[in-house]
């Protein structure tokens, strides 16, 4: 259910400063955030601004669009974070008739990229006047030159209406994102709808960045005094790209490492091979992807698949999200079975194929990023030693601390490294959390979310809504336990109920073992191993969600005792875990080509579009704030505050002949994990449907 309340939509002088602060704020890593990899380049962001006739127009509240702008993007500068590599393109500002030579290439980088920069930025933001046309994907074309060809890399585009010239913008984006997973496009929509907003959606779908509307300048300084500059960041897809070919024969050898692909074969499975460094290592493969905005489908599921190169199945998992889930899908395919003596073909075959298959959905995830996590992890000596696979825990008291600031991430590779203690940050509606945490053999980890009571004012705009954990492991299997004893707040589940009354939602693990890896389900296989764990938390957002924090401590403990029942390694080899890997194999990754903006479809700039006039496009009152997983991270939108869901079970594709969950396995009743036997038959590997939503 939803409140009763009605609220003005979000201003677009607060809309338009938080946004583009926020995409900023992920260029300079503060303290908190994980370190860069030696001699890595800093992100660099352009801004590119209309400046067409049309930004004459009122904004809705005596003001003019340009007006609007204008102060909008002072206060953005005035907050970029000191490390921020930002310049600043304008089109349409020097030549007024669309029949004059140079109309649909009148762009100009004002401000060229820098960090010292921003009195330059604050003049040329003042002299920013509304004139010409509006050459979009030109401009873009121009924006994406000025970025570079490597590093992080973003655009983030202003605009009150459709391109007025070709190319077409949208091809244009399309082609942009082909040069990596590190560059991106973001649209903020100025009063636009119709043909406008869609012509912005689809720059911001096809250069894999989120679309946001502004439509009045109400509420500005109310909105910039609330926001934190976290806002609707990005989930980010890492790791060396590699293409999955459609057959195993020709498959590329990936070593163990992190890798980044896309589903860009619509309904074709892509495979890989993974290469053994020695004779019964547990291969495991974890999938990762970002629900993408604008999905219809109640569920997209996936299939991650290992099988030896004669077919024989030998792990599988179904990495899936579901509408109003926290954004992004995550799952591990292992190659472990506790009946390697008896059947040895997985464990000492020299390689696996590695098939990662769309599902019936493919249409919705077509070229959608996703990340490939593949780890090695060398036999042990023996087991009879060993601890037994660890029981259902109790929940350990932890002490609060007092609080530190963090800033969160809203990838894996963003996220802050925590220690045990006490940490305070805010939450935005639909803003997705991650953080990072080192756990141990013998170690298992506590997280406690708590919000406190707020005022009524707050607790009216909360309503009623719900706060959101996981814990997901080093290879990208959820983790959390099921059955837990004494856990504060909402006992042993991930999902707690926040109203203004605030809320404690906490999380655990059971004990790291080696002998975790024979257990019924993912609180078992997920705790195998020791290395990063990420914590996940999220609060859900409501379709008629005005901008607004919500202050939250994170308390994370990690209990027990570092190096208990370590296994030996055969022949001394190193565990892989967390961020250690396996010797890697003599064949590399195959690399996906570099692809410039201008290959593939014509998009050089030509004449002007005829019938399109900017001044004359219908710019009414659009229907409000649209967001996807920001980026990142990865902010999901609700409309309302969703039920619990009863989901249909999901066959395995039938061209790859796999076996459907059987009845009672987790994906026949999502949220309840259910006795769960990997080794059994009809297959059922742990993680089979991936993570289940919150409930």
Avoid at 39 to 62: F, I, Q, R, T, Y
Avoid at 183 to 192: M, N
Avoid at 228 to 250: C, H, L, N, Y
Avoid at 383 to 401: G, H, I, Q, R
């Amino acid at each position: 259910m939803t409140t009763h309340h009605r609220y003005r939509r979000p201003a677009v002088l607060a809309l338009l400063a938080v946004t583009l602060t926020a995409l900023l704020a992920g260029l300079a890593a503060p303290t908190a955030m994980a370190d860069p990899e030696p001699g890595a380049e800093a992100g660099k962001m352009v801004l590119v601004l209309d400046s067409s006739g049309s930004m004459k127009e009122p904004a809705g509240d005596g003001k003019t669009k340009i007006v609007a702008a204008r102060t909008a993007l002072t206060q953005v500068v005035s907050k970029l974070p000191e490390g921020a590599q930002v310049g600043l393109r304008v089109y349409g500002a020097t030549v007024f008739k669309r029949t004059d030579p140079g109309a649909c290439t009148d762009t100009q980088l004002t401000v060229p990229i820098g960090t010292s920069n921003r009195p330059q930025l604050q003049a040329a933001i003042a002299k920013y006047k509304p004139f010409g046309e509006t050459p979009i994907g030109y401009s873009l074309q121009e924006a994406a030159k000025d970025l570079g060809p490597s590093g992080q890399r973003s655009i983030v585009l202003v605009s009150d209406g459709e391109s007025t010239c070709a190319p077409n913008p949208c091809v244009v984006a399309k082609n942009i994102a082909k040069q990596g997973i590190d560059l991106k496009i973001d649209v903020v929509g100025f009063r636009v709808q119709g043909k406008a907003r869609s012509d912005l959606q689809c720059i911001a779908r096809e250069g894999r960045g989120d679309y946001y509307d502004a439509d009045s300048t109400i509420d500005l300084e109310a909105g910039l005094g609330k926001l934190s500059t976290r806002a609707f960041r990005p989930f980010r897809i890492s790791g060396t790209p590699v293409q999955g070919t459609a057959t195993p024969e020709d498959a590329p050898t990936v070593a163990p490492g992190l890798y980044s692909d896309d589903f860009d074969l619509l309904d074709q499975p892509k495979h890989f091979v993974i290469k053994r460094t020695m004779t019964g290592s547990t291969l495991r493969a974890g999938l990762s992807f970002r629900r993408p905005v604008g999905a219809t489908s109640l569920v997209i599921q996936t299939e991650l698949r290992l099988a030896t190169p004669d077919g024989k199945d030998c792990g599988r998992s179904f990495p899936r999200v579901q509408e109003g889930d926290q954004g992004f899908a995550t799952g591990t395919a292992s190659s472990w079975s506790k009946f390697d003596k008896i059947n040895k073909e997985c464990s000492e075959a020299e390689q696996l194929v590695l098939t990662v298959d769309p599902g019936k959905d493919f249409r919705e995830i077509k070229e959608v990023p996703f990340e490939l996590r593949i780890d090695e992890e060398p036999p042990v000596e023996e087991t009879k030693t060993l601890p037994a696979k660890a029981d259902d825990p109790t929940w350990s008291p932890m002490n609060v601390t007092a609080p530190r600031e963090i800033v969160p991430g809203s990838s894996f590779p963003d996220a802050p490294l925590l220690t045990p203690g006490t940490y305070k940050t805010t939450l935005l509606p639909g803003e997705l959390q991650i953080y990072k945490i080192k756990a141990d053999w013998g170690q298992r980890i506590q997280a406690q979310a708590t919000v406190s009571q707020q005022s009524r004012a707050m607790g009216d705009l909360i309503g009623l809504r719900y706060l959101d954990t996981a814990v997901i492991s080093p290879a990208g299997e959820e983790a959390f336990a099921v059955f837990p004893k004494n856990v504060p707040g909402s006992p042993g589940g991930k999902r707690g109920v926040l109203t203004g009354k605030g809320v404690t939602q906490a999380i655990t693990t059971k004990e790291i073992r080696y002998l975790n890896r024979d257990g019924a389900n993912n609180s078992d296989s997920g705790t195998s191993t020791p290395g990063v764990y990420y914590i996940v938390v999220s609060m859900t957002r409501k379709a008629e969600d005005r901008s607004f924090t919500v202050p939250m401590t994170l308390t994370v403990g990690v209990p027990g005792t570092a190096g208990a029942g370590k296994p030996q390694y055969v022949d001394g080899a190193t565990p892989v875990s967390g961020d250690s890997v396996t010797p890697t194999p003599t064949e590399t990754p195959t690399e996906s080509p570099s692809t410039s903006a201008g290959s593939g479809d014509k998009t050089e700039a030509g004449p002007p579009v005829q019938g399109t006039n900017d001044s004359n496009v219908d710019k009414g009152t659009p229907i409000g704030l649209v967001a996807g997983l920001g980026g990142g991270g990865l902010i999901l939108l609700l409309l309302g505050i969703l039920l619990v869901f009863r989901l249909r079970k999901k066959p395995a594709p039938a061209h790859l002949g796999a076996s459907a969950p059987y009845p009672g396995a987790p994906g026949s009743h999502p949220g309840a994990p259910g006795p769960h036997n990997p080794n059994q038959y009809p297959p059922n590997y742990p993680n089979q449907n991936g993570p289940q939503p919150p409930r």
